[in-house]
């Protein structure tokens, strides 16, 4: 009989890594070889929007493993090799990579992430414009932000916002342009939306929504600004470009993968196939919160990378347990902490506990009068408390809820008889 070839993971960092690590905590003996294109051993993407203003970013620091655990877990971490091609045969398979490396695999995963959203537009090309999702990217951004006066950020989602805040903090003139009537607004309610417009005016962000950018204007190859539709030129030494991010199928695809936006996956993290997995922000998969979208959904974020892993590296083993996790998710704008536990989408009333004035509320949001969501500022307590309770399939009544002077802890209700 043939040796075990093992597993082969393509994609190192969040996913990925957790996938080896969970394999190894599983009890898994065979080789593991774990694939990334990028050249830095695997590194946390967060500080990439939150820690810019040194000038530098060193992935090295942000490292989530000792170089040394790699060997002691006997796992194989092969750094700068892109797969480009996939196939299968009946041992399991071969992939490729770009620099002629050929890995074989009896199992395979796919933890291939998202890459940016680009915009067609003139001026992108221009020196001084940057997109952000990787260690070499937020090390040009970092020094291109060191040397700037004016900073123009299109896009305001979350990491557009962080870095923002950031560069607001380092005292750089901001400003953000979003192409949407609000801000964030895929991921909360309009109040909220309407908190974060407020509050980084309030620090002296310029906001402009409902944003038509025509093209980025540049004098000798280097940016200058940003031109909008209605004329209105926004003059900016550096301009980051937060749009979003897609998924990367482009392997799923080869080997025939049902795909729709991301790597299709069943509860258990298994692809199509029946046999590859997927996990992290390549993945669409179902979630027991989700209501609506064929209980469907794509989540980019850690905890849930981290989660969607372990389930991915059971059912490689044959160990089918569902992934049933309740989405949580956070950013830091600065002195800004956001933490949202729960999916909003459908919700039919709101409850705002606090102040949003003072930067310091939650916005919880029910369904058919149960709690589904919350989105808190600066509000610790209450996220753990709505999180517990969600998790546990517990409500917390909106009307005791409204009165920020009890802790909603407090108020978590035993589980319904059913
Ligand atoms: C700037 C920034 C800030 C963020 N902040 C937060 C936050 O505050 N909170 C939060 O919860 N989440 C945050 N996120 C999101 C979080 O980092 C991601 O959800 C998480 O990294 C997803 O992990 P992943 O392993 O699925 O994918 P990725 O992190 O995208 O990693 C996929 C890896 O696969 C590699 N790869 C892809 N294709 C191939 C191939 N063919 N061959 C070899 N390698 C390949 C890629 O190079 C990449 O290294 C942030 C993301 C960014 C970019």
């Given amino acids: 009989m043939a040796a075990d070839s093992g597993t082969l993971i393509v994609g190192a960092c ?47 620091a942000l490292a989530f493993r000792t170089a040394d655990w790699y060997g002691r877990q006997d796992i194989d971490l092969v750094t700068g090799e892109q ?96 192409a949407a009537p609000r801000l964030v607004g895929r991921a909360v309610a309009e109040q909220t939306s309407e908190y974060f417009r407020a509050a980084h005016l309030r620090r002296g962000t310029e906001v402009v929504l409902q944003a038509k950018i025509s093209r980025l204007t540049g004098s000798g190859g280097k940016v200058t600004g940003v031109e ?85 590296a059971a059912a490689l083993l044959g160990r089918r347990a569902p992934y049933r996790m309740m989405p949580w998710f956070w950013s830091d704008q600065a002195d800004i902490k956001l933490q949202i536990a729960g999916l909003s989408a459908g919700y039919d009333q709101t409850v705002l506990r606090g102040d949003p004035d003072a930067d310091k509320f939650s916005l919880l949001y029910y369904r058919a009068g149960r709690i589904i969501a919350a989105d808190c500022i600066n509000s610790p307590a209450d996220f753990m408390a709505v999180k517990t309770a969600l998790a546990k399939d517990r409500d917390i009544p909106a009307d005791a809820a409204a009165d920020p002077g009890v802790r909603l802890r407090q108020l978590i209700a035993e589980p319904a008889v059913r």
């Fill in 14 to 60: 969040q996913a990925g890594v957790q996938l080896a690590a969970s394999l190894r905590e599983l009890g898994d003996c065979s080789p593991i070889t774990l694939v990334g294109a990028e050249p830095h051993a695997p590194y946390q993407r967060p500080p990439l929007s939150k820690d810019l203003h040194g000038g530098t970013v060193d992935a090295a």
């Fill in 228 to 312: 909008l539709g209605d004329g209105t030129h926004v003059a900016a030494d550096v301009v980051l470009i937060g749009v979003g991010v897609l998924p990367r199928t482009e392997l799923a695809g080869q080997l025939g993968l049902a795909v729709d936006n991301g790597i299709v996956v069943d509860e258990f993290g298994l692809c199509s196939d029946g046999m590859t997995v997927a996990a992290g922000d390549c993945a669409n998969l179902p979630n027991p919160y989700v209501r609506g979208d064929g209980g469907r959904l794509r989540l980019e974020s850690v905890p849930h990378a981290i989660e969607h892993a372990r389930t991915a």
């Fill in 83 to 178: 797969i480009v091609r996939l196939e299968r045969n009946d041992d399991g398979g071969v992939a490729v990579s770009a620099g002629g490396r050929r890995f074989r695999f009896a199992r395979l995963a796919l933890a291939t992430g998202a890459a940016v959203r680009r915009l067609q537009l003139e001026g992108t090309e221009l020196d001084g414009v940057h997109y952000l999702r990787d260690a070499a990217e937020a090390d040009r951004l970092a020094a291109g932000l060191a040397a700037a006066r004016k900073v123009a950020v299109v896009g305001g989602g979350f990491i557009g916002l962080e870095v923002a805040a950031g560069a607001r903090a380092a005292g750089k003139q901001v400003t953000v342009l979003e």
